[in-house]
């Protein structure tokens, strides 16, 4: 079994920092790309950031220059720096990974969300 463990959310007021990490566990042969998405209330789910195994990075517009995500191959862990935080940026934020559990199987896994507050 995988799974995917988050960590790091919390309450912040606007222009403050938070770190999320996220650990992945189980039976995991590589771990292609991390992503952390968010969905605030009433709103779709949307991708935040992404990073590849040889750490290729992708932001959405709205955290570009504020977000960074950042891996440890060898732990099977990323995470999010979160600096200049807005209230906007108030969400579940989710890790979500392409693991393979073999050379030729893979299966697209969510972990189960941390809360993230940005008070004005």
């Known amino acids: 079994q995988v799974q995917l463990v988050e960590s790091g959310g919390g309450l912040v007021q606007a222009g403050g920092s938070l770190r999320l990490s996220c650990v992945a566990s189980?039976?995991?042969?590589?771990?292609?790309?991390m992503r952390w998405y968010r969905q605030a209330p009433g709103k779709q789910r949307e991708l935040v950031a992404a990073?590849?195994?040889?750490?290729?990075?992708t932001y959405a517009d709205s955290v570009t220059g504020r977000f960074t995500i950042s891996r440890e191959n060898a732990k099977n862990t990323v995470y999010l720096q979160m600096n200049s935080l807005k209230p906007n940026d108030t969400a579940v934020y989710y890790c979500?990974?392409?693991?393979?559990?073999?050379?030729?199987?893979?299966?697209?896994?969510w972990g189960q969300g941390t809360q993230v507050t940005v008070s004005s």
């Open positions: 189980g039976n995991i042969y590589s771990i292609p790309v």
């Open positions: 979500n990974a392409d693991i393979r559990v073999s050379a030729d199987n893979g299966f697209n896994y």
């Open positions: 990073i590849t195994s040889g750490s290729s990075t």
